[in-house]
T-cell receptor, first 113, second 119 residues
Framework: TQLLEQSPQFLSIQEGENLTVYCNSS?????LQWYRQEPGEGPVLLVT?????EVKKLKRLTFQFGDARKDSSLHITAAQPGDTGLYLC?????????????FGKGTLLTVNP | NAGVMQNPRHLVRRRGQEARLRCSPM?????VYWYRQLPEEGLKFMVY????????ESGMPKERFSAEFPKEGPSILRIQQVVRGDSAAYFC?????????????????FGPGTRLTVT
């Protein structure tokens, strides 16, 4: 069974601060996706990383996939209250079942004005 | 350009009743996935369907749960004789393809979910 551990579980910061959240596993994934989920809604896809060592930027968000494709990080620069939400990472299995996503429990981020 | 649609958004059932959850995938998507999110837990894969075919139901309980994706109409997740432990948020996702890692076609887009409460 593949497991994804996300840390920290909770993060409360002030507007303008930087932060990094982590997603770690002992398993290799064919790709990894980051989602943001707001209360009462479904996860919204932010980015997919596929290649080991890959870095993708989405405005103030920087996503990195580990060289071994077992871990990932999300860095937010100058956080804003609109960044508040539950950040989820999800790994796609290697091989024939790569449609099956394994989710971490998420990092609940609160950005205070 | 409608995204994944699910209905109802909220469903209350008494123990022993049936729950039917509906999912319409994004336009052009023929792959549908169902996930369940229990309180304090991450989303868990339940089942993967293509039109008229169940491809992988390894995450779905063997009893009381069934899923279908008919040729016409939405995908349905059906829970018979619900129990309190079935209370959860059920999410449907769809993708353009299921493989083709690296081209983005396999990316899964989620609906808003159905919150099932069993009383």
């Amino acid at each position: 069974t593949q497991l994804l551990e996300q840390s920290p579980q909770f993060l409360s910061i002030q507007e303008g601060e930087n932060l990094t959240v982590y997603c770690n596993s002992s398993s290799v994934f064919s790709s990894l996706q980051w989602y943001r989920q707001e209360p009462g809604e479904g996860p919204v896809l932010l980015v997919t990383v596929v290649t080991g060592g890959e870095v993708k930027k989405l405005k103030r968000l920087t996503f990195q996939f580990g060289d071994a494709r077992k871990d990932s990080s999300l860095h937010i620069t100058a956080a804003q209250p609109g960044d508040t939400g539950l950040y989820l990472c999800a790994g796609a299995a290697s091989g024939g079942s790569n449609y099956k996503l394994t989710f971490g429990k998420g990092t609940l981020l609160t950005v205070n004005p | 350009n409608a995204g994944v649609m699910q209905n109802p958004r909220h469903l209350v059932r008494r123990r022993g009743q049936e729950a039917r959850l509906r999912c319409s995938p994004m336009k052009g998507h023929s792959h549908v996935y169902w996930y369940r999110q229990l309180p304090e837990e991450g989303l868990k894969f339940m089942v993967y369907l293509q039109k008229e075919n169940i491809i992988d139901e390894s995450g779905m309980p063997k009893e009381r749960f069934s899923a279908e994706f008919p040729k016409e109409g939405p995908s349905i997740l059906r829970i018979q004789q619900v129990v309190r432990g079935d209370s959860a948020a059920y999410f449907c996702a769809s993708s353009l393809t299921s493989t083709a890692v690296g081209t983005g076609g396999h990316e899964q887009y989620f609906g808003p979910g159905t919150r099932l409460t069993v009383t």
